[in-house]
C-alpha cells in the first residue's frame, strides 16, 4: 500500500512540473541555398530549451501552436503535425538549423 501511494505521489509531482516560458525568442531567421525542392533554414536560438519551425505553403501563417502541446514534426513539407491544411510542423527541436524538403517549384512558402 505505502509502495503504491509514493508512487502515485512520484507520478503526481512530474505531472505538475512544467516548462518555463522563454524570456527570449529565437531570433534571426535565415533562408539560404534553396533548391529546387529543399532550402535551409537556420536561427540564431532563444533561452528556451526547444523550438519548432512552421511552415506554410502559398499563404501566410495564419495559425499558432498552443501552448504545453507536443508537435510532432518532420523535415519532409507536409508530413509532419498539421496546424492547417497549409501548415506543418518541419522542426521540434533544440538546434539551429533545418533542411526543409519535398517543396514544389516556383511556389512561395512562409516559415515562422
Known amino acids: 500500500m505505502l509502495r503504491g501511494f509514493l508512487l502515485f505521489f512520484l507520478f503526481l509531482n512530474l505531472s505538475i512540473i512544467k516548462a518555463q516560458v522563454p524570456s527570449m525568442s529565437a531570433t534571426s531567421l535565415t533562408i539560404t541555398q534553396t533548391y529546387c525542392s529543399q532550402t535551409n533554414l537556420s536561427w540564431t536560438n532563444g533561452d528556451g530549451t ?4 512552421i511552415a506554410s505553403k502559398g499563404v501566410p501563417l495564419s495559425n499558432l501552436p498552443q501552448q504545453n502541446v507536443y508537435y510532432l514534426a518532420s ?30 517549384p516556383n511556389t512561395t512558402y512562409y516559415f515562422s
Open 50 to 53: 526547444s523550438r519548432i519551425v
Open 75 to 104: 523535415d519532409s513539407f507536409g508530413n509532419g503535425g498539421a496546424l492547417s491544411a497549409s501548415e506543418f510542423i518541419v522542426y521540434n527541436g533544440a538546434g539551429s538549423s533545418v533542411t526543409v524538403k519535398k517543396l514544389d
